[in-house]
């Protein structure tokens, strides 16, 4: 599991050095885009769950 980890942390390690570069910028975006969208996605499906749930229990 340690070594799982370590390699890990030198992946992250290399993925800042490229996006701190200056040839890097588009694809800092690229990954701040991702980030977002993998942010936002549950909370969609979550808040499209609680509708549905308010929806249903108040079709009266």
Excluded: D, H, W
């Amino acid at each position: 599991m340690l070594l799982l980890f370590s390699a890990t942390e030198a992946q992250c390690a290399m993925c800042r050095a490229v996006l701190e570069s200056e040839e890097g910028q588009s694809t800092a975006k690229g990954i701040n885009n991702g980030i977002v969208y993998l942010m936002v996605i549950p909370y969609i499906l979550i808040g499209g769950l609680a509708y549905f749930i308010y929806r249903k229990l108040n079709q009266k």
